[in-house]
């Protein structure tokens, strides 16, 4: 799936790309470019990663955009779909509230069956570790331009782990690696959102790609 643009049939600029071109920025520049995680490179490179944005303010269509996600994801064979980033700009900018829909989306999975099969990582703007300050810059391990659902097939992790041992030390490295960068060498990556921001947003659970 291309990063670019697309245009629709009337010739309109595709409302997602702007959105999927911040995603991809920022999965460049910060998650490969600092090698925060040393499995995503691959993926990226042979096109397998689906970027799929829920263009809704309710958190309801969310979950059933969530839904639709995880079910293709689960149907098509990990050499053409990987993994899939599901980006929300207009729904669940509050942290807490993101918080709190990420135990809907985990019960969802059980109810589609696919705990063990799939799984739910997540990205947002304003995460924030427990027991840290807003402007500690290990906080931005976390962070992506928009709330963000990444789902994962837990044999591609399986796989990923068996030929990279050091697997388990990821974290304590990303940790060391962000403050030497420091928030300013954050900061300079330019990784926050670039897309226009409208003042309304859809509120019919608008999909695209």
């Known amino acids: 799936m291309t990063s670019n643009p697309s245009i629709t049939p009337m010739g309109a600029l595709d409302p997602a790309a702007p959105f999927i071109h911040d995603t991809v920025r920022w ?48 149907s098509t064979p990990a050499e053409v779909r990987d993994t899939t980033l599901l980006v929300v700009p207009h729904c669940l900018q509050d942290f807490l509230d993101f918080n709190d829909f990420l135990g809907e989306a985990e019960n969802l999975l059980d109810t589609l ?33 928009y709330p963000t659902l990444h789902l994962l097939r837990e044999d591609s992790i399986d796989r990923a782990v068996e030929v990279f041992p050091e697997a388990e030390a990821i974290f304590e ?13 954050w900061q300079a990556l330019d ?19």
């Open 27 to 74: 999965l460049e520049k910060a998650v490969i470019g600092l090698n925060l995680c040393p499995f995503a490179k691959g993926v990226h490179v042979k096109g397998q990663v689906h970027y799929a944005v829920a263009l809704t303010d309710n958190p309801a269509a969310v979950l059933e955009r969530l839904r639709e996600e995880l079910l293709a994801l689960q």
């Open 191 to 209: 990784v926050g959102p670039q897309a226009p921001r409208p003042g309304t947003a859809p509120a019919d659970g608008g999909r695209a790609r």
């Open 113 to 145: 069956a696919l705990d063990g099969v799939l799984q739910i990582a997540s990205f947002h703007p304003q995460f924030q570790f427990a027991g840290t300050e807003v402007d500690d810059v290990t906080n931005c391990t976390n962070r992506a331009p």
């Open 173 to 185: 490295r990303n940790m060391e690696v962000l403050e030497g960068l420091g928030m300013a060498g």
